[in-house]
């Protein structure tokens, strides 16, 4: 019992990191007349990641420049992955890492005060979602 409790933990926090980047953009998506993001390409997805970053964490131009290259470069990435015909668990895993990958690139980008910024922004995110999931339940 208890590793089944462990696995569905486990799946269930990749699965938010999986959807972190989605739901990290719906303030920008908001500012949009894009009518289907899920069916966005990775380079609208990017777009949408910057405008939030660049608002939230005030990024100057240079930064804005750097961070849109990096989440072109993981939107592609995440892409390959979504499109994969890999499993449930193996996708995840590799959403999880591709992440982890994306987070030490925006910290050399960020401010220490950005980054902690991001990384907060992050959880809220990681709890609200943990929130939707057990009210389902």
Do not use: C
Not at 95 to 116: C, H
Not at 119 to 124: L, N, R
């Amino acid at each position: 019992m208890m590793k089944k409790q462990g696995i569905i933990k486990a799946l269930w926090l990749i699965t938010a990191i999986m959807t972190l980047t989605i739901l990290m953009s719906k303030p920008a998506i908001a500012q949009t007349s894009m009518p289907d993001f899920k069916n966005s390409t990775p380079e609208q997805r990017a777009q949408f990641q910057t405008e939030m970053m660049k608002s939230k964490l005030k990024l100057d131009a240079a930064q804005e420049s750097k961070v849109q290259a990096i989440n072109l470069t993981y939107a592609r990435k995440m892409q390959a992955v979504i499109k994969s015909d890999d499993g449930r668990f193996s996708k995840m895993k590799q959403a999880r890492s591709l992440q982890e990958g994306k987070d030490q690139e925006l910290k050399s980008v960020f401010t220490p005060a950005q980054f902690k910024q991001y990384k907060d922004f992050e959880d809220e995110m990681k709890a609200k979602l943990m929130e939707k999931i057990k009210e389902k339940q």
